[in-house]
């Protein structure tokens, strides 16, 4: 079935410390990956898309088909990431768009 | 501008009243999908649509119905509402054929089921 993991609901850590949001998925095929953000009395927002392969605020994530993952990193977390992260799979075979459990970062100065 | 909006955007219900969301978009998307925001589930698909008379399942379609009559809406509807349905929605919309653009969201509606 079509499944996203993000293992960790909480993820704190201080200001200019790295961060990686893990992101598993299980369906293979040919995957679209996405991370969402929803930051505070914000709308839900795409933050990046894995065939962009662009650095948003700062963020990256890379695509591993072989460990079936879709990290989300920064080098050096600021106070202004914190927010809730959600990872997406999009499907064509499936046709459907399903997403993770969400990890809230906490950005602690 | 255009936008996507929800409405209501709080709602309070009994159990077993028929509740109905509305969803309504004006960038002319063909794409329209809702969603629920649960704490440990995250967010979880309940109906999606590609196209005016176009409606499929999600993961959690139980007790959820959808239709779409026009390119603009796409309301959902609590058919006998429950407990279990106590939680915030989201609507969305894109404009890429399939699961695979990038979603626009509504500011959600959050529904209290008592």
């Known amino acids: 079935a079509q499944r996203v993991t993000q293992p960790e609901k909480l993820l704190s850590v201080f200001k200019g410390a790295p961060v990686e949001l893990k992101c598993n998925y299980s369906?293979?095929?040919?995957?679209?990956l996405f991370w969402y953000v929803q930051y505070s009395r914000q709308r839900l927002q795409l933050l990046l898309r894995?065939?962009s392969r662009e650095s948003i605020k700062g963020f990256t994530a890379d695509l591993n088909k072989g460990e079936t993952s879709f990290h989300l990193k920064k080098p050096f977390a600021q106070e202004e990431d914190s927010a809730m992260y959600y990872c997406?799979?999009?499907?064509?075979?499936?046709?459907?768009?399903?997403f993770g459990q969400g990890t809230t970062l906490q950005v602690k100065p | 501008d255009a936008e996507i909006t929800q409405s209501p955007r709080h709602k309070i219900t009994e159990t077993g009243r028929q509740v109905t969301l509305a969803c309504h978009q004006t960038?002319?998307?063909?794409?329209m999908f809702w969603y629920r925001q649960d704490l440990g589930h995250g967010l979880r698909l309940i109906h999606y649509?590609?196209?005016?008379?176009?409606?499929n399942k999600g993961e959690v379609s139980d007790g959820y119905s959808v239709s779409r009559s026009n390119t603009e809406d796409l309301p959902l509807t609590l058919e006998s509402a429950a407990s279990s349905q106590t939680s915030v929605y989201f609507c969305?919309?894109?404009?890429?054929?399939?699961?695979?653009?990038?979603?626009?969201f509504g500011e959600g509606s959050r529904l209290t089921v008592l």
């Open positions: 997406a799979h999009g499907s064509s075979n499936t046709g459907k768009l399903i």
């Open positions: 649509s590609y196209g005016v008379q176009d409606t």
């Open positions: 960038w002319n998307h063909n794409n």
């Open positions: 894995h065939i």
């Open positions: 969305a919309s894109s404009d890429v054929a399939g699961p695979t653009g990038e979603l626009f």
């Open positions: 369906y293979s095929g040919s995957p679209e």
